[in-house]
């Protein structure tokens, strides 16, 4: 039967070989044939599918030509234009090549053949991979003493290559010295060896890369996988203690969570031989316990009848249940009960400071007492309270609000309740109180009528889309009131009850600020209501605790800020309210009360104080100058750098809280280095009192209550010293003035600087009282010179001079240098001289309103009033004349008017008798004014030089006869004066010669 087949198959080989030759035989007849006899191409079998692998084109033929594959289920085919397609992927492992016969036939039918063989190549094209993801690496063990390996996962490495390169060959570490080896079995599995034996204690374990090797020519690799091969450690070694006897103290009555830690280590590695799980007792009946992690306690206290002392033995025992061999002995020693706390007897009750010191340690000999420094190591609590009456809740700088905002580097402040006084007289119908910190007047409102009327200059009709409003308040009583009370209201003056701008309190727990919006985004007399709910979760401050509070309000347009006691507060809401149709009404501020227009009464009264009331027109206030406002000058401090473990924080300005795990005796160093400092250079003089309430390891001690008594302020001196009177002809006093007081000096006798003390050796005043008698008139004034930008002397220096009723007062806050040297320029000018010819002048500087005044300094200026004979202007002789002259020069002269009649004959006579009587007179006068003759001098002051004007003191009736034939050039009247009193300056010696001209207002 085989043989027939074979014979069948090599028939039909050569039947088909003859055909095809006869067919080529019949084409090359007719030239129908293929371009080559036959073809030939090599395939990947990664060929892609469905793609032009060959073109095959017969020529010669008629019409069209077919072609068409002989051999059926072949992977490829051909369409109608010759060109072969791949249809089907390619396996080299079931045919390395394929043979196909390519039939073409024309449209005359005949036929032409052609032979087409494809080799189909094996080809490499995929590396082998690691089936795991590829940041997880592998992790295998070695029992030490063993090279037995365990990995997991199990390695699994595939190629998708088809035959030999699809099969893994080897697997290699990457890195050199590595002893483990891997080794890939015929089922494709990988085998880990280790090469040598391991020591857990020496050595840990193994981190390297390995890679696959795939059996395709070339070989592929595949990426690095990490594999981590950890040595575990067999519990060979048991725990062992840091020392084999430990000793502690309890006392009776007490529970411990902690009396000491008891530590045992293992030489083994690893998290269950190396490591000590827990901790055992081992004697039995024995009060104390230990926890898993070597702490021992004592959860019961022990009583009376318990021993001195108690002994026990504590094992260790690791994670792998190996039990220490070498116990530790363990001495509990029982005491009587200790209370922590301090040694009183040490403690001093008072400490006094002195002016200039500034600082003084408040507990410098407080001790912990031996059972505090018995405990150990423990955890402190400490707070330090501050309890001052000093001025509004501390000790702060004592000037008025206005001045404060200028020290803080705000200008153009308006105080809106300052004290009574010359040009702030709309205070005057308020209840003032006694100061509470001798800065600004205090005043009471009744809550029923006290209220109080701020003039339209004070408070501006605009103020501005930006603006500032603050005040001191205090309530009168915590009881709540239902109705608002208005503490600052701008409302219409007349015709209407709008309300400008409004600060209300209500109900003691909400404060509404309503403002109208200026033209700004078409929002023109918009209004906004802004509403601040008190909630002592967020404020952490009472507002209606009957204690002073200090508020700021800063409205920038649609916004307002507010400020208590120099603390940020948020808005509970802000809603525009509604809008004012515009109107040419008025708008009038009162403080205290609502004033409605259109009824013509007040409303909703304030009950309580207020102080420091101020208003910054079109300009907001920084929280810097906030701060600054709001800065106390005295404060607790620590002298010396904290120990390791402790913290002290300042939660208010009169608390320190000193929080910290550590020693007592360091502890005690912090308590015996508290400070009490006060920087003021005058400090409020009174006693401050500190209590300190301590914990140690949650057990209260006892309260240190202390006394710092600040004594009574000595400085700063202040003295005036220098002036004397002034006398100065009516010319100079009507024109350019004198100045009252040229050679001032200001002493100010403050603190001297030292290197260890806070004190600001500041010297500032702010107020100088110049008083005239009699009061000036409407022709006098005092006056400041003019800088060449217009601006006075007090405009440079940002002070303010007020006339009163008797004089001028200066105020504003200054350097003490910068008032000298305005009352040194300070000038009189009159008018009118003749109606007042004499002044006196008295004048103090003071600061802090009044609380350090200066002497008060008093000097005349006046002018002389005498009368020449001769000449409209002449120099006088420096003369001063007896009473006979002056009697002589009283004699009546007789007149003769030129228009009378007279005989002819008697002119010539009467001309000669009296040139005759006049050549008598003349001489007569010059013999008298020689022999009696006096020299007039001006004393100098002792301490300073006076310039030289005229003394006309006990000149009322006095004559002075002057040479008419004496030349004016010829007299220098303060030659004798500039020699015997040393002036060398011109200015002066100028000034000095015009002072002593004649008056010829009455010639």
Not at 598 to 615: A, C, I, N, P, Q
Not at 841 to 864: A, C, M, W, Y
Request: charged share 30%; hydrophobic share 35%; aromatic share 8%.
């Amino acid at each position: 039967m085989l043989s027939f087949k074979v014979i069948l198959t090599t028939f039909c080989v050569l039947a088909a070989a003859s055909a095809v030759s006869e067919g080529k035989k019949i084409a090359r007849e007719s030239n129908f044939q293929f371009v080559e006899d036959s073809y030939g191409k090599a395939l990947s079998e990664y060929h892609a599918v469905n793609k032009k692998v060959l073109h095959v084109r017969a020529t010669g033929g008629k019409g069209k030509i077919e072609y068409s594959i002989k051999e059926k289920d072949t992977p490829f085919s051909v369409d109608a234009k010759g060109h072969i397609w791949l249809i089907k992927a390619l396996n080299s492992d079931e045919n390395k090549f394929c043979e196909l016969t390519i039939i073409a036939k024309d449209a005359e039918k005949r036929v032409t053949t052609t032979r087409v063989r494809f080799d189909i190549i094996n080809m490499n094209k995929h590396r082998p991979q690691f089936n795991k993801p590829e940041s997880e690496p592998y992790i295998c063990a070695v029992t030490e003493n063993t090279r037995v390996v365990r990995i997991l996962p199990k390695i699994n490495v595939t190629d998708q290559d088809r035959g030999e390169a699809g099969k893994i060959k080897r697997i290699e570490v990457a890195e050199s010295g590595i002893p483990f080896k891997f080794n890939v079995n015929d089922d494709g599995s990988v085998e880990v060896v280790a090469l040598k034996d391991f020591d857990a204690e020496k050595e840990s374990g193994y981190l390297f890369d390995i890679k696959a090797f795939d059996g395709g020519d070339p070989s592929k690799t595949s990426k690095p996988v990490q594999v981590d091969c950890r040595i575990v450690d067999v519990n060979e070694f048991p725990p062992t203690f840091e020392s084999n006897n430990v000793v502690a103290v309890v006392e009776r009555g007490k529970t411990y969570k902690k009396i000491l830690q008891l530590t045992a280590t293992d030489k083994d590695i690893g998290k269950e031989n190396g490591v000590v799980c827990k901790y055992v007792v081992r004697t039995a009946d024995v009060p104390f316990k230990i926890t898993n992690d070597g702490v021992l306690y004592l959860d019961k206290p022990l009583g009376s009848d318990a021993p001195e002392y108690c002994a026990f033995e504590v094992a260790a025992v690791d994670c792998g249940g190996k039990i220490s061999v070498e116990n530790v002995n363990v001495r509990v020693d029982i005491k009587d009960s200790c209370k922590p706390g301090y040694n009183m007897d040490q403690l001093l009750g008072k400490v006094s400071i002195p002016q200039c010191v500034g600082k003084a340690i408040i507990t410098p000999d407080l001790e912990l007492n031996e059972c505090s420094k018995e405990i150990g190591v423990s955890k402190f609590v400490a707070k330090i309270k501050l309890n001052s009456n000093a001025g509004k809740g501390c000790d702060r700088q004592r000037y008025k609000a206005s001045d404060m905002y200028q020290l803080c580097g705000a200008d153009k402040v308006r105080d809106l309740l300052p004290r009574f006084g010359p040009g702030k007289s709309w205070t005057k119908i308020l209840q003032e109180v006694e100061s509470f910190s001798n800065d600004d007047a205090t005043f009471f409102f009744d809550g029923e009528k006290d209220h109080v009327d701020i003039p339209d200059d004070v408070f501006p009709q605009k103020l501005g889309e930006e603006f500032t409003i603050s005040f001191w308040m205090a309530t009168k009583d915590k009881k709540k009131r239902k109705s608002d009370q208005v503490i600052l209201d701008s409302s219409d003056a007349n015709l209407h009850n709008r309300i400008h701008f409004a600060v209300t309190l209500k109900n003691h727990n909400q404060l509404f600020i309503i403002h109208r919006l200026e033209s700004w985004q078409g929002k023109q007399n918009e209004f906004f209501k802004s509403t601040f709910l008190y909630r002592p979760d967020l404020w952490k401050i009472n507002i209606a605790d009957t204690k002073w509070h200090h508020f700021t309000i800063s409205v920038n347009r649609s916004l307002v800020s507010l400020h208590i006691d120099g603390q940020h507060v948020g808005p509970h809401r802000t809603i525009p309210n509604f809008r004012l149709h515009a109107s040419n009404t008025k708008s009038h501020a009162v403080v205290g009360a609502v004033w409605k227009g259109k009824d013509k009464k007040y409303e909703k009264h304030f009950r309580g104080f207020l102080s420091g009331m101020t208003v910054r027109p079109n300009k907001l206030t920084s929280k810097q100058t906030i701060r600054c406002l709001m800065g106390c000058r005295e404060h607790i401090n620590i002298g010396t750098s904290l120990p390791h473990g402790f913290t002290a924080t300042m939660p208010r300005f009169n608390t320190m809280v000193i929080k910290g795990t550590g020693r007592p005796v360091d502890f005690q160093k912090i308590l015996q280095n508290l400070e009490y400092q006060n920087d003021l250079f005058t400090p409020t003089s009174g006693v401050r009192n500190f209590q300190i309430d301590t914990t140690q390891n949650g057990v209260k001690l006892e309260k240190i209550s202390v006394d710092i008594e600040l004594e009574k302020n000595t400085k700063p001196k202040i003295v005036l010293i220098g002036c004397g009177d002034v006398q100065a002809d009516e010319e100079r006093i009507a024109g350019v003035g004198v100045p009252v007081c040229r050679t001032l000096t200001l002493r100010f006798e403050g603190c001297k600087a030292k290197r260890e003390s806070p004190v600001n050796n500041v010297m500032f005043l702010d107020e100088a009282v110049i008083k005239v008698e009699p009061a000036l008139s409407q022709h006098e004034s005092l006056n400041f010179p003019v800088g060449v930008r217009g601006s006075t002397i007090l405009d440079d220096l940002e002070l303010e001079a007020s006339k009163t009723d008797d004089g001028v007062v200066i105020r504003g806050v200054a350097d003490y240098k910068a008032y000298e040297r305005v009352l040194r320029e300070m000038t009189y000018v009159n008018k009118k001289p003749k109606e007042h010819p004499r002044h006196t002048f008295k004048f103090h500087v003071s600061d802090q309103n009044g609380r350090f005044k200066s002497n008060e300094k008093v000097l005349q200026i006046s002018t002389p009033r005498v009368r020449p004979i001769m000449a409209n202007k002449v120099r006088p002789f420096n003369l001063q004349l007896g009473s006979s002259a002056t009697r002589e020069e009283r004699a009546p002269v007789k007149v003769i008017d030129r228009g009378s009649r007279m005989p002819t004959g008697l002119v010539p006579a009467i001309i000669v008798a009296s040139a005759c009587v006049f050549l008598v007179l003349v001489v007569l006068g010059i013999y008298r004014l020689r022999k009696g003759a006096v020299k007039l001098e001006v004393p100098a002051s002792q301490a300073e030089k006076e310039e030289m004007y005229w003394d006309d003191t006990g000149l009322s009736g006095v004559r002075i006869t002057v040479n008419p034939l004496q030349k004016f050039q010829e007299l220098d009247l303060n030659e004798d004066n500039d020699s015997d009193n040393g002036h060398s300056d011109d200015e002066d010696s100028q000034i000095a010669k015009k002072s002593l001209e004649w008056d010829e207002s009455d010639m």
